[in-house]
């Protein structure tokens, strides 16, 4: 451990707080006890507890004291993301806690502030994975907590450390609310886009309209009233023919549901038939070639994305549909209308549900509406969606540079609180980003 300043002294955390966990379910035969709420694994949250959805269990009478929370208890998360914490603030009903958590109880050498924050700089800088059993599912046994080594400063550097420190979070807390709210503003700017190109918003209207689900579109003058099906000279399932991961010079590359994200075909993560496979030459892709996710989660079922290479050297599974377009139809023009609120909302609408899954067959697909401007008026409406989106891309990347270098920076005041150099309120911050620079 780094050499501490005067005063601090490193001790095992079961040296200055006292640890337990809580109690074990009993799936069983109910015994006739009292009913309590407890807390569980997920509803402890970093830094918080969350109790929306709190459930009961049976408590004997001589247990209560031993599996009860009181104010200023840590608790601990023991499996899952191991270490998350949270300090209960109390309230007036009584509440236990579950085998899932550690119940940490300082003693008056340490502050419950202190340890919640020292947790979350041991598990984000990776020391307390270093304590963790279990090879699948990560876990914090008792004795293993109790074993941490830990700094402790004096109780007043302790107060001032946390006092500095969650000054400094709380800037960059409200930073990463700006990042979120950066990023929704992003999203709605290429949403609205694209409801503002395919609706024509301000264009002199028909008396026809399209439904798409439980919304009624007017269809602008000039423009035609189609399907999927109408315009599509080609609607193929994928191969559902075994995979492999091997890629040599034989192999043709085979598109999944995983590759198609944010309307864009992403070409890692592969799976591979030999070239020679009887069902590779019908299924091979084109350029233009539209792929729609046809089963996945409710929200991702109908996304799709156009095939924009020029090689003959992929192909798709079979939960994808492939449709090839007549010349009446932009391909990209086709995808803006499927991934826009407006098809989402189709989507919606015929999608049936299956063990949790949602599907959109070929014949649902086929009565996708499709309105369609002229072939100029498409080209025209997809360039200006384009340059919306492409302003929404950097911006995207742009948060997430800067959502990165808030992680480095939020790392880097942890790990000064605890090495005794955060102790400025002034100059915390500019240390801790000269240490990531």
Not at 102 to 126: F, I, M, Q, T
Not at 224 to 252: N, P
Not at 342 to 364: D, E, F, H, M, W
């Amino acid at each position: 451990m780094t050499l501490l300043p005067p005063g601090w002294s490193v001790q095992q955390l079961g040296d200055v707080a006292t640890t337990a966990l809580g109690k074990m379910l009993d799936r069983g035969k109910a015994r006739g006890h009292s009913q309590v709420p407890y807390l569980r694994n997920v509803n402890v949250q970093w830094g918080r507890i969350d109790t929306g959805d709190v459930l009961t269990m049976e408590l004997a009478d001589d247990e209560r004291d031993r599996f009860a929370v009181e104010k200023g208890d840590l608790l601990v998360c023991e499996g899952g993301e191991i270490g998350r914490a949270a300090i209960w603030h109390g309230r007036s009903e009584y509440i236990a806690y579950q085998k899932a958590l550690h119940r940490v109880r300082p003693s008056d050498a340490v502050e419950s502030r202190y340890l919640l924050h020292l947790l979350r700089h041991l598990a984000v800088s990776g020391q307390l994975a270093k304590h963790a059993t279990g090879t699948t599912i990560a876990h914090l046994p008792q004795q293993q907590l109790r074993r941490l080594r830990i700094p402790v400063p004096p109780l007043e550097d302790q107060r001032r450390i946390v006092n500095i420190l969650e000054d400094h979070l709380s800037r960059l807390d409200a930073s990463v609310t700006g990042l979120d709210s950066a990023s929704r503003r992003a999203m709605l700017l290429t949403l609205t886009s694209s409801m503002q190109a395919i609706t024509r918003v301000g264009s002199t209207t028909t008396s026809r309209s399209v439904s798409y689900g439980d919304r009624e579109v007017a269809v602008p003058r000039g423009w035609q009233a189609s399907t999927v099906g109408d315009e599509a000279s080609l609607v193929q399932y994928g191969t559902s023919s075994k995979t492999s991961e091997a890629a040599d010079l034989d192999a043709i590359a085979v598109l999944r549901m995983g590759n198609l994200h944010g309307g864009a075909i992403m070409t890692d993560k592969l799976k591979y038939l030999p070239r020679d496979h009887p069902e590779v030459a019908s299924l091979l892709l084109q350029r233009g070639d539209l792929l729609f996710n046809r089963t996945n989660s409710a929200e991702l079922v109908g996304k799709s994305a156009v095939f924009d290479r020029d090689d003959n050297s992929m192909t798709f599974a079979s939960y994808l549909i492939r449709v090839r377009f007549g010349p009446a139809v932009r391909p990209a023009w086709a995808n803006l209308v499927i991934n826009s609120p407006l098809g989402r909302a189709y989507i919606r609408s015929v999608a049936s549900q299956q063990v949790g899954q949602a599907n959109v067959n070929g014949t649902k697909l086929k009565a996708f509406p499709l309105m369609l401007p002229p072939l100029d008026v498409q080209d025209r409406l997809l360039a200006r969606h384009e340059a919306v989106d492409e302003t929404r891309r950097r911006l995207v990347a742009q948060v997430a540079q800067t959502r990165q270098r808030t992680s480095l920076l939020r790392r880097a005041l942890l790990q000064a609180a605890f090495t005794g150099r955060l102790t400025e309120t002034s100059s915390g911050l500019d240390r801790a980003e000269e240490s990531i620079t």
